[in-house]
T-cell receptor, first 109, second 116 residues
Framework: QKEVEQNSGPLSVPEGAIASLNCTYS??????FFWYRQYSGKSPELIMF????GDKEDGRFTAQLNKASQYVSLLIRDSQPSDSATYLC?????????FGAGTTVTVRA | GAVVSQHPSWVICKSGTSVKIECRSL??????MFWYRQFPKQSLMLMAT?????????EQGVEKDKFLINHASLTLSTLTVTSAHPEDSSFYIC????????????FGEGSWLTVV
């Protein structure tokens, strides 16, 4: 599998703040990228995917992709306690996903 | 509702026995499915690609004789952990892409295996 690295956590943010998550990948040929949220003991839930350079917004979430830098990020605006989870960055290779180690986010009320 | 269903959700077995986990696509046909394993506090690691009607392809370091994969129909893949040992205790998750091109990858609910 291809290497995917995420910024180490855990990340603790106050409610209403912005949580910033970063991810780098090693395979320059990678085309699409996913952000998943995983609650303890549960299957991953898709937050969003991105395949074009630039920003992609969906509600309170914004993904950013820079293929030249091999960098993907996820911003969570107006963080809520329910956003407390582990966030996984994944690189797609013909539907086979290479996951990063995950960043655990805790939103303090 | 879930589009990929896994069964059982959790299972406890004795060391040396075999355990079968099923992964079903509910509303679509999946010629390919993927099996992942996740140890506590670690990320998901791809174990193998399950191919309908042909042999599974395994990732490096995954023993094909220990983790038997059968994809006998377009909606069902099974993973059998043979001669399970405590170190096989993990969270096993399957995924399936849709048959039409796109970016949607569906995950099953996962199966917790505890070997005692």
């Amino acid at each position: 599998q291809k290497e995917v690295e995420q910024n180490s956590g855990p990340l603790s943010v106050p409610e209403g703040a912005i949580a910033s998550l970063n991810c780098t990948y090693s395979d320059r040929g990678s085309q699409s990228f996913f952000w998943y949220r995983q609650y303890s003991g549960k299957s991953p839930e898709l937050i969003m995917f991105i395949y074009s350079n630039g920003d992609k917004e969906d509600g309170r979430f914004t993904a950013q992709l820079n293929k030249a830098s091999q960098y993907v990020s996820l911003l969570i605006r107006d963080s809520q306690p329910s956003d407390s989870a582990t966030y996984l960055c994944a690189v797609n290779n013909d539907y086979k996903l290479s996951f990063g180690a995950g960043t655990t986010v805790t939103v303090r009320a | 509702g879930a589009v990929v269903s896994q069964h059982p959700s959790w299972v406890i077995c004795k060391s040396g026995t075999s355990v079968k986990i099923e992964c079903r696509s509910l509303d679509f046909q999946a010629t390919t499915m993927f099996w992942y394993r996740q140890f506590p506090k670690q990320s998901l690691m791809l174990m193998a690609t399950s191919n309908e009607g042909s042999k599974a392809t395994y990732e490096q370091g995954v023993e094909k004789d220990k983790f038997l994969i059968n994809h006998a129909s377009l909606t069902l893949s099974t993973l059998t952990v043979t001669s399970a040992h405590p170190e096989d205790s993990s969270f096993y998750i399957c995924s399936a892409p849709p048959t039409v091109s796109g970016n949607t990858i569906y995950f099953g609910e996962g199966s917790w295996l505890t070997v005692v």
